[in-house]
């Protein structure tokens, strides 16, 4: 069995897979607490490991971890062993989540395309004819762009998060829900049409993923795809990349 973690800001996902089944997810926070809840994860017959990081000292640490649990050295995701083409100023600044993405899209549904990934930030990718990465941009996440609003107005954060039926609202509430969804919508939309527009592209895959994907995209009027696991298939196919000749 595969074992991947992905390292966000944020939370690190594991996820176990028996060839192309997912047999278990663990979302653990992004701190030094997460003994209690990675170790159990030995039950599995694991026997080979992957990592996406973009908080170097968690890599180190998950690394270490993964050694003394499964006794395996994990592959970590980098420029040299992804396999993705660049056109960019300085490969060695792509984030691992990112490149996995890219590589999980060129693979799965084709170039070119637009990967948007709600994470902490939220990233879009872009990816040319030629299956090259080119660059792209980065804007705070949703939550991130809401923590403000959040500390002035913190009874609201459970609801925050929600589209309400109409964009003028009614109360603090509403006008809170309004501000934050709709305006995702329209910077994901807005961001897709510029991009197209400067690449002169008719044709292009737009692809969701990360924790928002699943709420925005209804809500979308640009054809696109959401697949919540992206990241984890381009993690996948990179070790196997790494591996099926060994």
Known sequence: MLLTIDIGNTNVVCAVFDNDNLVESVR?????NFWSEFQPLSEHQIDGIVISS???YLTKIYSEASKNI????????????SGLLYNVDDPSE???DRICN?????????????VVDFGTATTYDVIDEKQTFIGGAIAPGI??????????????????FTFPEKVVGKNTKTNLQSGIMFSAIDEVEGMVKRIKTEMEWNDVNVVLTGGFGKLVSPKLT????????????????IYFENTSSN
Request: glycine share 4%; net charge negative.
């Open 70 to 81: 499964f006794d395996i050295f994990p592959i970590v995701v980098s420029v040299e062993n």
């Open 28 to 32: 653990i926070e992004s701190d030094l």
């Open 143 to 160: 939550d991130v762009s809401a923590r403000y609003l959040f500390e002035k107005a913190a009874l609201l954060r459970d609801t925050a």
């Open 102 to 114: 890219c590589v999980a899209t060129i693979e799965n549904i084709g170039s070119p395309a637009i």
């Open 94 to 96: 792509v984030g691992a």
């Open 54 to 56: 973009v908080v170097p």
């Open 222 to 237: 640009i054809k696109h795809s959401l697949v919540p696991s992206l990241t984890l298939d381009g993690m996948r196919l």
